[in-house]
Nanobody, 123 residues
Framework: QVQLVESGGGSVQPGDSLRLACAAS????????MAWFRQAPGKEREFVAV???????DYADSVKARFTISRDNAKNTVYLQMSALKPEDTANYYC?????????????????WGQGTQVTVSS
C-alpha cells in the first residue's frame, strides 16, 4: 500500500486555474498507476484522469482539453493542472494509486487513496 497526501485545493472563480499535487510514499512510485477522482455533494465519486508508469494518459470527457495530469517520479508526486474551471468542477478531489502496469477508470481497481482536497468554483 502507498500513502497519498493531496494539496493545492481552494476557492476560485470560473475561468481560473489551479494545480493539485499528490505526494506518495511507501511504495515504488515509478511502478504505480496514478489517478485523480472527484466527488461532489450528493453524487458518486467519478473518474477524472489517470497516468501510467510510462506516461500514457486518459481523461474523462468532461475535463478533456482543460485538465492535464503529469507525474514527477524523482519527487514521488503526481499533479493535476486544472484550467478554465467551471462551477461543475466543484468537488472533493482524491488521488489514487494501483500497482501497474495497466491503468483503469474504475475506482474499485485502486487500492490506495488520499484524504482529498476541496476545490470550489463559484462567482
Amino acid at each position: 500500500q502507498v500513502q497519498l497526501v493531496e494539496s493545492g485545493g481552494g476557492s476560485v472563480q470560473p475561468g481560473d486555474s489551479l494545480r493539485l499535487a499528490c505526494a506518495a510514499s511507501g511504495r515504488t512510485f515509478s511502478r504505480d498507476v496514478m489517478a485523480w477522482f472527484r466527488q461532489a455533494p450528493g453524487k458518486e465519486r467519478e473518474f477524472v484522469a489517470v497516468v501510467n508508469r510510462r506516461g500514457t494518459t486518459d481523461y474523462a470527457d468532461s475535463v478533456k482539453a482543460r485538465f492535464t495530469i503529469s507525474r514527477d517520479n524523482a519527487k514521488n508526486t503526481v499533479y493535476l493542472q486544472m484550467s478554465a474551471l467551471k462551477p461543475e468542477d466543484t468537488a472533493n478531489y482524491y488521488c489514487a494509486a494501483r500497482i501497474g502496469p495497466y491503468y483503469s477508470r474504475q475506482r474499485g481497481d485502486y487500492d490506495s487513496w488520499g484524504q482529498g482536497t476541496q476545490v470550489t468554483v463559484s462567482s
